[in-house]
């Protein structure tokens, strides 16, 4: 079990000398969490909604972790030792603005005060209940307050804006009671200083973005090809203090002692970074000056936070928090790396798993050779942990060593298949290899189709595919996954393609392509050298093949007729299906491009139905047996057809959270589809309810889970679909024997003689995923692995969520194995 805590924004260090030292973080992924600043482990962490993004954390009082969240609506204090929450307060205000939170030693009335401006209201709020103390509002309409200042010891609060960007304005406030004690307005001169940027950029060209900057009178102009670091001086006039060609981040101001203040630049140097801290009023000198060797996989610098401590010669030492490109965290200390998180891990876009290699000969792959130091090494270990003589050092070495040469964390393929390698792609662009025995990470590579470039202004990671799964008897080669992306958020952006080896995580080819990536289909068919073939589809309903080979072509020839697709549209509530027609009729003649043609299209009515969740069949999901014997020696044919597609609708107005409508107004409607023909199989409605819903389908059966608003109660319900049209030979024999032909083939448009068994359970969590097991031939029963709202795993045999349960089985049913009818299914703690 592995927790972390995503992209860091924000970080406050909490370094006094009493207690453990810690810094406190908020993340892209609206996570807040306290770590370790020996280490980098966690001390506790809150995982926030999606939409409570956090504005401002701080620390008060030494004991209290400050968050502000929701647009600056939400005010916080949690414990800070243990992470527990002590008090949470609402602020509202007259209009959307700026959230700016301010920790200060300001009292009222024996009470220590945070000042909060959120939502064109300022707010002082007391650190040990979170009651509003005073309240002022600022309802002009064009005021953009930019900041919020309490000189130190100082009864005045200083709020300063724009207004209608062309007024200064500056009021000054009563800190003990919210008064307002004066407003002045200046209005911008028109012969005030003015340097064209041009002047300052020279032979810079490009795009120029201005970086703000907390340190006072500095800022820096940003450019493709530099960075310029501007200092304002006397009567407005800009200075060049420095220009640099490498890629560089300023980190805010920290004060470091009475009216002296400092700050970070860190610049990339090859393979080197390098970190200086200058004085804030002297550019030209340097407090410190170090330089730390990076890992390239981590791409470049993109924040960077300092902190300082006193040194036993009592001159300032610092150590820097720094968050790279891809996402990770590291703490420099001292020229060093003290420690690094991988926190790229808590936004994984998509994984697939890949087969580990095969042991030959018994000798593992992973090619661990100890030579005669390092086995002694290891039985004096042993030894002194047998005789009790062992340091913590010692019992932790030892414990790695034993978890090194355990079976389940080797880097082979184990007989049962359990061992594999987990290949997760996350928001950074970033691949890594996961081992699935013990977690640790095999390898991590930096996608270079995935970096931001003059061609690929803004690119994004979509999916992960297998590309290449070579038989077991092919060792001289590796398994390799496809990386699809694209060039900006929008479906007709142009798409990237990465093909990665997936032992070592090198990318040994990658494609920017001249069309866009709606959709990838992934065909049941591979060529030669085993390397599955790919129907990328762009935003015009083009088709284009991958791999680019004479032999794709050839076998996709072949197969023309047979491939089927289809898209659906959220949005408009439109599934439509599509075949090929012929090849792309463009200007440029292209071969592995094929036009598409509408087979078919369901629109569901806007004004009742909205599309909240679709679900299909795994690709390779092996059926072990078409028939299902039941009691009394009868036989049931299961419908099985990997074109099978379940759709769930819930009316407009029920989209929302749960609660925000009455079961009136809300219902749940689940289709089962055929994506070939665009036949309604199944269509059922269930009143009162409403989503999130989850489901997976697998075989015959469909299982979802939805929240019914007249029980006030999550359900599961369960659909298995049948095949009547082989229902005529029942002859049991038959089928033991072989003689009854079950691998006839079947068409979609044969006429669909199916039937339906369903069955509704209450269930007692909320859940955030739903998955079935799966095995090679499709023996072992099924297992429901349902993943709760409090980040556990619960597996559910599928039996529980039989459609033929009734309250008394007949003998016959119990002997099949059906379990007596609850209303609710079972949930059983493992301690």
């Given at each position: 079990?592995?927790?972390?805590?995503?992209?860091?924004?924000?970080?406050?260090?909490?370094?006094?000398?009493?207690?453990?030292?810690?810094?406190?973080?908020?993340?892209?992924?609206?996570?807040?969490?306290?770590?370790?600043?020996?280490?980098?482990?966690?001390?506790?962490?809150?995982?926030?909604?999606?939409?409570?993004?956090?504005?401002?954390?701080?620390?008060?009082?030494?004991?209290?972790?400050?968050?502000?969240?929701?647009?600056?609506?939400?005010?916080?204090?949690?414990?800070?030792?243990?992470?527990?929450?002590?008090?949470?307060?609402?602020?509202?205000?007259?209009?959307?603005?700026?959230?700016?939170?301010?920790?200060?030693?300001?009292?009222?009335?024996?009470?220590?005060?945070?000042?909060?401006?959120?939502?064109?209201?300022?707010?002082?709020?007391?650190?040990?209940?979170?009651?509003?103390?005073?309240?002022?509002?600022?309802?002009?309409?064009?005021?953009?307050?930019?900041?919020?200042?309490?000189?130190?010891?100082?009864?005045?609060?200083?709020?300063?804006?724009?207004?209608?960007?062309?007024?200064?304005?500056?009021?000054?406030?009563n800190a003990k009671n919210g008064e307002l004690l004066k407003h002045e307005s200046t209005a911008f001169s028109g012969r005030s200083q003015q340097t064209p940027v041009s002047n300052l950029l020279e032979d810079s060209p490009g795009l120029a973005v201005i970086i703000h900057?907390?340190?006072?009178?500095?800022?820096?102009?940003?450019?493709?090809?530099?960075?310029?670091?501007?200092?304002?001086?006397?009567?407005?006039?800009?200075?060049?203090?420095?220009?640099?060609?490498?890629?560089?981040?300023?980190?805010?101001?920290?004060?470091?002692?009475?009216?002296?203040?400092?700050?970070?630049?860190?610049?990339?140097?090859?393979?080197?970074?390098?970190?200086?801290?200058?004085?804030?009023?002297?550019?030209?000198?340097?407090?410190?000056?170090?330089?730390?060797?990076?890992?390239?996989?981590?791409?470049?610098?993109?924040?960077?936070?300092?902190?300082?401590?006193?040194?036993?010669?009592?001159?300032?030492?610092?150590?820097?928090?720094?968050?790279?490109?891809?996402?990770?965290?590291?703490?420099?200390?001292?020229?060093?790396?003290?420690?690094?998180?991988?926190?790229?891990?808590?936004?994984?876009?998509?994984?697939?798993?890949?087969?580990?290699?095969?042991?030959?000969?018994?000798?593992?792959?992973?090619?661990?050779?100890?030579?005669?130091?390092?086995?002694?090494?290891?039985?004096?270990?042993?030894?002194?942990?047998?005789?009790?003589?062992?340091?913590?050092?010692?019992?932790?070495?030892?414990?790695?060593?034993?978890?090194?040469?355990?079976?389940?964390?080797?880097?082979?393929?184990?007989?049962?298949?359990?061992?594999?390698?987990?290949?997760?792609?996350?928001?950074?662009?970033?691949?890594?290899?996961?081992?699935?025995?013990?977690?640790?990470?095999?390898?991590?590579?930096?996608?270079?189709?995935?970096?931001?470039?003059?061609?690929?202004?803004?690119?994004?990671?979509?999916?992960?595919?297998?590309?290449?799964?070579?038989?077991?008897?092919?060792?001289?080669?590796?398994?390799?996954?496809?990386?699809?992306?694209?060039?900006?958020?929008?479906?007709?952006?142009?798409?990237?393609?990465?093909?990665?080896?997936?032992?070592?995580?090198?990318?040994?080819?990658?494609?920017?392509?001249?069309?866009?990536?709606?959709?990838?289909?992934?065909?049941?068919?591979?060529?030669?050298?085993?390397?599955?073939?790919?129907?990328?589809?762009?935003?015009?309903?083009?088709?284009?093949?991958?791999?680019?080979?004479?032999?794709?072509?050839?076998?996709?020839?072949?197969?023309?007729?047979?491939?089927?697709?289809?898209?659906?549209?959220?949005?408009?509530?439109?599934?439509?299906?599509?075949?090929?027609?012929?090849?792309?009729?463009?200007?440029?003649?292209?071969?592995?491009?094929?036009?598409?043609?509408?087979?078919?299209?369901?629109?569901?009515?806007?004004?009742?139905?909205?599309?909240?969740?679709?679900?299909?069949?795994?690709?390779?999901?092996?059926?072990?047996?078409?028939?299902?014997?039941?009691?009394?020696?009868?036989?049931?044919?299961?419908?099985?057809?990997?074109?099978?597609?379940?759709?769930?609708?819930?009316?407009?107005?029920?989209?929302?959270?749960?609660?925000?409508?009455?079961?009136?107004?809300?219902?749940?409607?689940?289709?089962?589809?055929?994506?070939?023909?665009?036949?309604?199989?199944?269509?059922?409605?269930?009143?009162?309810?409403?989503?999130?819903?989850?489901?997976?389908?697998?075989?015959?059966?469909?299982?979802?889970?939805?929240?019914?608003?007249?029980?006030?109660?999550?359900?599961?319900?369960?659909?298995?679909?049948?095949?009547?049209?082989?229902?005529?030979?029942?002859?049991?024999?038959?089928?033991?024997?072989?003689?009854?032909?079950?691998?006839?083939?079947?068409?979609?448009?044969?006429?669909?003689?199916?039937?339906?068994?369903?069955?509704?359970?209450?269930?007692?969590?909320?859940?955030?995923?739903?998955?079935?097991?799966?095995?090679?031939?499709?023996?072992?029963?099924?297992?429901?692995?349902?993943?709760?709202?409090?980040?556990?795993?619960?597996?559910?045999?599928?039996?529980?969520?039989?459609?033929?349960?009734?309250?008394?089985?007949?003998?016959?049913?119990?002997?099949?194995?059906?379990?007596?009818?609850?209303?609710?299914?079972?949930?059983?703690?493992?301690?």
């Amino acid at each position: 079990h592995q927790q972390y805590i995503g992209k860091v924004k924000q970080a406050v260090f909490h370094t006094h000398k009493t207690g453990r030292k810690r810094v406190v973080a908020s993340t892209e992924q609206n996570i807040i969490a306290t770590l370790d600043l020996r280490s980098g482990e966690i001390f506790w962490r809150h995982v926030l909604g999606p939409n409570d993004v956090v504005d401002g954390i701080d620390i008060a009082l030494g004991k209290y972790v400050i968050t502000l969240s929701s647009g600056g609506s939400i005010l916080r204090a949690w414990n800070l030792p243990d992470g527990q929450m002590v008090w949470e307060s609402s602020l509202h205000g007259p209009k959307h603005s700026k959230s700016l939170l301010l920790t200060t030693n300001l009292i009222i009335e024996k009470d220590n005060a945070l000042i909060v401006f959120s939502n064109g209201r300022l707010n002082a709020v007391s650190c040990i209940d979170g009651e509003v103390l005073w309240k002022k509002d600022f309802e002009e309409e064009s005021l953009e307050v930019q900041q919020v200042i309490q000189p130190p010891g100082s009864d005045f609060i200083y709020v300063v804006g724009f207004a209608a960007s062309s007024q200064f304005q500056m009021y000054k406030i009563n800190a003990k009671n919210g008064e307002l004690l004066k407003h002045e307005s200046t209005a911008f001169s028109g012969r005030s200083q003015q340097t064209p940027v041009s002047n300052l950029l020279e032979d810079s060209p490009g795009l120029a973005v201005i970086i703000h900057s907390s340190v006072t009178g500095i800022f820096a102009i940003k450019t493709d090809a530099a960075t310029i670091f501007i200092r304002v001086i006397g009567e407005g006039k800009l200075e060049v203090v420095e220009k640099t060609n490498h890629e560089t981040v300023v980190s805010d101001a920290l004060s470091i002692s009475e009216g002296q203040q400092a700050f970070a630049l860190v610049q990339h140097a090859g393979s080197n970074i390098h970190l200086t801290v200058k004085p804030a009023h002297d550019w030209d000198s340097n407090l410190l000056k170090e330089s730390i060797k990076m890992d390239q996989q981590r791409g470049f610098v993109h924040k960077v936070f300092i902190n300082n401590y006193i040194r036993t010669d009592r001159s300032h030492g610092f150590r820097a928090l720094i968050v790279m490109e891809d996402h990770s965290l590291l703490l420099l200390q001292q020229g060093a790396i003290v420690w690094s998180r991988e926190d790229g891990l808590a936004s994984i876009i998509d994984v697939t798993t890949s087969e580990l290699p095969v042991e030959k000969a018994g000798v593992s792959v992973a090619k661990v050779e100890l030579n005669l130091f390092e086995w002694l090494k290891g039985h004096v270990l042993k030894l002194k942990g047998t005789l009790m003589l062992a340091t913590p050092e010692d019992i932790a070495a030892i414990q790695y060593m034993r978890l090194k040469s355990s079976e389940k964390s080797k880097m082979t393929r184990d007989h049962n298949g359990f061992r594999k390698l987990l290949i997760a792609l996350t928001r950074a662009g970033k691949l890594f290899a996961l081992h699935t025995g013990d977690g640790r990470i095999v390898w991590s590579h930096l996608l270079q189709s995935l970096h931001k470039s003059e061609s690929c202004r803004q690119p994004i990671g979509l999916n992960l595919h297998q590309w290449q799964v070579p038989h077991h008897h092919a060792l001289d080669e590796n398994p390799s996954v496809l990386v699809v992306g694209r060039c900006g958020p929008s479906s007709d952006a142009l798409g990237v393609l990465s093909l990665v080896d997936s032992y070592t995580g090198k990318e040994f080819s990658s494609l920017r392509l001249v069309h866009s990536v709606a959709q990838v289909i992934p065909l049941p068919y591979t060529d030669s050298t085993e390397q599955r073939l790919h129907l990328l589809i762009d935003a015009d309903k083009h088709a284009h093949l991958y791999p680019k080979t004479h032999e794709a072509i050839d076998i996709f020839q072949s197969e023309f007729s047979n491939v089927y697709w289809y898209s659906v549209d959220d949005d408009n509530g439109i599934i439509k299906g599509y075949a090929l027609k012929t090849k792309c009729s463009g200007n440029v003649a292209d071969e592995f491009c094929f036009d598409s043609r509408e087979l078919w299209s369901i629109v569901l009515p806007s004004e009742s139905e909205k599309i909240i969740t679709t679900a299909t069949r795994k690709l390779n999901e092996a059926v072990h047996t078409q028939a299902k014997l039941i009691a009394d020696q009868d036989v049931m044919y299961k419908y099985i057809s990997s074109n099978l597609l379940f759709v769930a609708t819930v009316a407009p107005k029920a989209s929302g959270e749960i609660g925000s409508v009455t079961p009136e107004e809300s219902w749940l409607v689940v289709y089962l589809i055929d994506t070939v023909t665009g036949r309604v199989l199944h269509r059922m409605t269930h009143h009162g309810s409403q989503g999130p819903v989850q489901a997976v389908l697998s075989e015959n059966w469909v299982v979802y889970h939805y929240f019914n608003l007249r029980a006030h109660r999550y359900e599961m319900s369960v659909i298995e679909i049948y095949d009547q049209s082989r229902a005529d030979n029942k002859d049991v024999w038959k089928l033991v024997v072989g003689n009854h032909n079950l691998t006839s083939p079947v068409s979609s448009y044969s006429r669909a003689e199916v039937i339906t068994k369903s069955q509704s359970y209450f269930f007692t969590h909320s859940l955030k995923a739903i998955a079935v097991t799966l095995t090679v031939k499709g023996i072992t029963s099924k297992q429901l692995l349902i993943g709760t709202i409090g980040d556990q795993v619960l597996a559910l045999d599928k039996r529980f969520l039989d459609p033929r349960r009734s309250v008394n089985p007949t003998q016959a049913e119990r002997e099949e194995g059906i379990i007596p009818l609850t209303d609710s299914l079972p949930i059983i703690p493992q301690v």
